[in-house]
């Protein structure tokens, strides 16, 4: 079973193009993947995330926001594979 890795955005988030592009450069190598939601037009997920875009999930849990580290998203996934 692949896991899905989401990346809440917003329209014109240059931190979010950063996570959506180091997302997809791993990828490949991770085996995983990406499901990209837009905020905009959301009230609960603006609520919710507003403030902290780009928001990473694995599987349904919360990762990280702002940015993606590569070396601590590997763990993460590492981690969640373990327990599948």
């Excluded at 919360?62 to 601590?72: L, M, N, Y």
């Excluded at 998203?73 to 373990?82: H, I, T, V, Y």
Aim: aromatic fraction near 8%.
């Amino acid at each position: 079973m692949r896991n899905i890795v989401t990346l809440f955005t917003r329209q014109g988030c240059h931190l979010c193009e950063i996570a959506e592009d180091l997302l997809i450069e791993m990828q490949v190598e991770l085996d995983f993947d990406i499901e990209k939601r837009f905020i905009e037009g959301d009230a609960e997920l603006i609520e919710k995330y507003g403030d902290q875009i780009p928001v990473i999930l694995i599987d349904g849990e919360h990762h990280d926001f702002w940015r993606v580290d590569p070396e601590r998203f590997r763990a993460s996934l590492a981690k969640r594979r373990q327990r599948q």
